[in-house]
Each structure stands twice: as structure tokens, then as C-alpha cells.
């Protein structure tokens, strides 16, 4: 698979063209140095003029983002730096129109609005929005979800994350994809079940698509065939949480193997020198079982699944598939298979409010499909230092657009696969992090976020960097001398905040002219 980085300016930050002036590859250069340099775009001047007390968002980029599984054997995607993959249609779609992408190299400019959504946001505590994009290990699943118990520990207050999930990984269906897909029924009874347990401890399921694939050239009916493949798979399977009366919730039950030899993997234990492998892994209130390495080569026993089975290198972790049948007053909630019984009364299905395009693909298509499907917010749409935007057609709906903002300085956008090729990565982007949390504060607490894989890149150094940063945030943001710069920070997902901020919207959408969802130039 083809990773294209996010173009940098004296490899300090990334920003894309202003699809409203019609920019050439001159233009995008003059843009990107003057974005890089703290300086406004047109588009921000005009905004400042209307409201002067809030600069406006920069003209908008499309960075680079992996395919999720980057070792998955069973991925038909090449290795990176290999051809692009096509971007022709979603996979089983009809072909998307002739035109390129709105604002890419060669195509009309958008014709979508972009209008700040401004407040005061001072009068709260500042937003700082933590998102992971893929969902393919259960070991991440693990961890992310128990370093937010441990910061809630620790400061009080329990980080609320959003995952962004591929439908490949939640069905053994033959589909095309990118990164792979699950290999068993009990597979996808695990991350199923992983992920519900997520939901239930607050946090934030999102769409990432089914497959991978790349959409900035898409048709509206590609997109809408995407979504709808998308919810044909997950719609059913994730459910609000309920509780048990005892302090945990009814779903998932996860319990140790039936008949596993006492140390061996699917044991119940108490700490890792309980297991022969030396690693015990908690499963929420009711279970801790032995766990042990599994990929390819390195099969789970019986009763158990494995995270990444087509791992030829790599490994994940063997879990026990989860105990059904489960009967809640006095009628069965999902059978013995794990199928849920969708007449029972206290079942209600998850709703997906929000999007992030693989690659972060977009286009104007992909804003009107998620708006035909009411999703409230999309994070694929690049941009400068800002507060968040809406977008949507002149005089229709509009949903939020929550960017991957770059702060001066900086040497990509907030995402971990962008400091893979960086100097110095592991300091550089602690630097960063830490420097634009206390920027975005200072300009009066505008929302910021990051945006994380399923993946221990750099031998898991960017996963510590986001758990310090985390820290950092929920300590204050402390200086050298111990100062707080940034007193007031809570970890909230993105659907909390499109509810603070309001959305979806009906139109009009406003009038001021959004920045392309166009790639950096390829």
C-alpha cells in the first residue's frame, strides 16, 4: 500500500491549496509557505474581518494516513512506497465520475461551504480530542482502554477516546480490503466484544470505512455504497450499554476456557507469574485469564481467538471468545451463537455519528453521503490552526468538520504514521504535542486533537508519547519551573463535543468559503 506523506513547508507543518482562488501548483506553494510561516490565508483574512476576535481555520490539506494492518498477510495491499492503490470506485461499486476529486491537481474547485463555528470557548475547560484509527488487535484495545482507567486513577476524570473501526474486521465475509479481515466467527465475537466493552466504559465508536480504501475520487453513489457496506456489516452487532446493578454491565461476559490446564493460556489468574507465558491480561470486573502470543504461525488454543492471525512477524494476544448464551429479565439478549435478539425491549443499537476517511480521502461526495446518512461530524478534512468548522452545500445541512491541525513549528499533522520518517521522532513529536495543546489553549482554548493507529510503530514509542501527553494534558500542561499553561483540559471524544457544539445543522451552511479536501499535491 501507498502512504503519501503530508507535503511540509522547510518541513515545519502542511497545508493545502484554497480551492476558491482556483490555486495552481504556484499557488499551493505560495499558500503553504505563508500558512507555515503563521501568516492568514485569504480565506482566514476575510474570516478575521467578520469576526476579529477568532482567526479562521487555514485552507484545508489532506495528510497522510496507513492502512491500518500494516503486517496483516491476508492485506492485497502492496508494500509502502510500492504503486498507489486504485482509487477508482469503492470496491463493488459502479465506476465514480470522470471528474477528480474537488480541489485536487486537475479538478473543479469544491463547491461546499465552510463556515468557523465560533464561541467563547474560555467559558469551559478546553477540548482535547484523542482518536485511534483501525481496530484490528485486541492487545490495543486492552491497553488504550486501561491506561484511560489508570489516568482516571490518577487525575479523576476518565479520558474518553474515539476509535475509528473498519467493517472488514467485524465479519469473515470475502470482501476487498486493503488491510485484511477477521479469519473466524470467534474473531469477531472477541473485538466485538472489545469494543462494546469501550462503549460501555465511555468511549467513542467512529467509521473508518470497510475496507481501506482510498475515496478522493469517488462519486456520491460510490460513497453512498461505501456507507451503506459499511452499516450493513456493523448496524446489529454494537449496543448502548447496560447496566448489571452490581457496578458492570450485562454484555460482553468474558470467563475463563472451560477446561484450561492451570498456567496455560485461557487460565484464570491473578497476576502474570500465575501463567506459563508469563502474561496475564485483565478483562474488565469479572475476569483476568492467561494470555499468550499468537499470529500465523503461532495458532490459539481452543476457546480462544487471536488478534492478528495473519501476522507473519508481528503477534497479538490469544483471548477467550466470550460466553453466550446472555437472558436479561427473563428473555434471551443474544443466543448461543452471539446473535442478538433485536425484539428484546432493553437492546437499543449504537449509533455511528462520526467519520474518518482512509487516507483521509475526502471529497465533496463523502460530505453529502454522511450528511444523507446523518452522521453530525467528519474528521478528514485538513486545515490550519483554528476552531472547528461546519460544512455542507450553500443553503442545505451541514455537519462538523474536526481537523488535524498543525500549530506552527510542527513538524506534521498530529498523527503518528507522519513522524514515522522524522528525525528524532520520539522527542519531536512529544515537542509537538505538548507545544500545540498549549497553543491551542492560549488562543483561548480551541479544540485540538490527535490521531493515532492500531499499530507500535517505532517500537511502541509513539503510543508512549500519547499516553505522556495525555498526562501532560490532564496535569496542566506544566512548564520547566512547574507552571500550568493549560489549567482546565478535559479528554473528551469527538461525539461529546459535536453535542456541545451542536450538530448536524440544517442550512444554510453560511457563506464562507471552505478550504479544499484535496490531497497534498501527488
Not at 476487498?176 to 465508536?205: F, K, Y
Not at 448464551?325 to 443474544?334: A, H, K, M, S
Not at 450553500?394 to 510542527?410: R, V
Request: net charge neutral; charged share 20%; proline share 8%.
Amino acid at each position: 500500500m501507498a502512504h503519501r506523506s503530508a507535503a511540509p513547508c522547510a518541513t515545519s507543518c502542511v497545508t493545502g491549496r484554497s480551492a476558491s482562488l482556483g490555486a495552481t501548483w504556484l499557488g499551493w506553494l505560495v499558500l503553504a509557505a505563508a500558512a507555515c510561516r503563521g501568516e492568514p490565508s485569504p480565506a482566514e483574512r476575510a474570516a478575521r474581518e467578520a469576526a476579529p476576535s477568532v482567526p479562521n481555520a487555514a485552507a484545508s490539506s489532506r495528510a497522510t494516513e496507513p492502512g491500518d494492518a500494516e503486517l496483516t498477510a491476508s492485506s492485497s495491499a502492496a508494500a509502502p512506497g510500492s504503486a498507489a492503490p486504485s482509487s477508482a470506485a469503492a470496491p463493488g461499486s459502479a465506476a465514480p465520475s470522470a471528474s477528480a476529486a474537488p480541489g485536487s491537481a486537475g479538478g473543479p474547485p469544491s463547491q461546499l461551504l465552510r463556515e468557523p463555528v465560533w464561541r467563547d470557548y474560555t467559558a469551559s475547560p478546553m477540548r482535547f480530542t484523542v482518536a485511534f484509527d483501525g481496530s484490528q488487535r485486541f492487545s490495543l484495545w486492552l491497553r488504550t482502554m486501561e491506561q484511560a482507567r489508570a489516568l482516571e486513577r490518577q487525575h479523576g476524570a476518565r479520558p474518553r477516546f474515539t476509535y475509528f473501526v473498519n467493517a472488514c474486521y467485524y465479519t469473515t465475509e470475502r470482501l476487498e480490503s486493503d488491510i485484511g479481515r477477521a479469519q473466524s466467527r470467534a474473531e469477531v465475537l472477541v473485538r466485538r466484544a472489545l469494543t462494546q466493552q469501550a462503549i460501555n466504559e465511555g468511549h467513542e465508536i467512529g467509521n473508518h470505512g470497510v475496507g481501506h480504501h482510498d475515496g478522493s475520487q469517488w462519486s456520491l453513489e460510490a460513497w453512498r455504497q461505501e456507507l451503506t457496506r459499511f452499516h450493513t456489516i456493523m448496524d446489529g452487532q454494537l449496543f448502548e450499554p447496560i447496566p448489571d446493578g452490581d457496578g458492570g454491565f450485562v454484555f460482553p461476559r468474558f470467563e475463563p476456557v472451560a477446561g484450561a490446564e492451570s498456567g496455560g493460556a485461557g487460565a484464570r489468574c491473578e497476576r502474570d507469574d500465575d501463567c506459563t507465558s508469563n502474561l496475564c491480561v485483565g478483562l474488565g470486573a469479572r475476569a483476568s485469564v492467561c494470555s499468550e502470543p499468537c499470529n500465523l504461525q503461532q495458532r490459539c488454543p481452543d476457546g480462544m481467538a487471536c488478534g492478528a492471525p495473519m501476522f507473519r512477524k508481528e503477534t497479538d494476544l490469544c483471548l477467550p471468545v466470550p460466553s453466550y448464551p446472555i437472558e436479561l429479565d427473563g428473555r434471551v439478549l443474544f443466543d448461543a451463537k452471539g446473535q442478538a435478539n433485536p425484539k428484546h425491549p432493553s437492546l437499543r443499537r449504537y449509533g455511528f455519528r462520526g467519520h474518518r476517511a482512509p487516507y483521509l480521502g475526502a471529497n465533496d461526495a463523502m460530505i453529502e453521503a454522511l450528511l444523507e446518512r446523518g452522521y453530525a461530524y467528519d474528521t478528514s478534512l485538513g486545515a490550519g490552526p483554528g476552531v472547528p468548522f461546519r460544512v455542507g452545500p450553500a443553503g442545505g445541512k451541514s455537519l462538523l468538520g474536526f481537523a488535524l491541525m498543525p500549530w506552527p513549528g510542527a513538524r506534521a499533522i498530529p498523527m503518528d504514521y507522519n513522524y514515522l520518517k522524522v528525525d528524532d521522532a520520539r522527542e519531536r513529536m512529544r515537542a509537538d504535542y505538548r507545544d500545540g495543546l498549549a497553543l491551542a489553549y492560549a488562543r483561548g482554548r480551541w479544540p485540538w486533537n490527535v490521531g493515532h493507529h492500531f499499530a507500535t510503530w517505532n517500537d511502541g514509542a509513539f503510543l508512549d508519547v500519547l499516553d505522556q501527553t495525555i498526562d501532560f494534558a490532564l496535569s496542566g500542561c506544566p512548564d520547566e519551573g512547574g507552571s500550568k499553561r493549560c489549567a482546565e483540559v478535559v479528554v473528551t471524544s469527538f461525539a461529546e463535543l459535536a453535542r456541545e457544539l451542536g450538530a448536524p445543522r440544517p442550512g444554510p451552511a453560511g457563506n464562507t468559503p471552505r478550504g479544499p479536501s484535496s490531497a497534498t499535491p501527488r
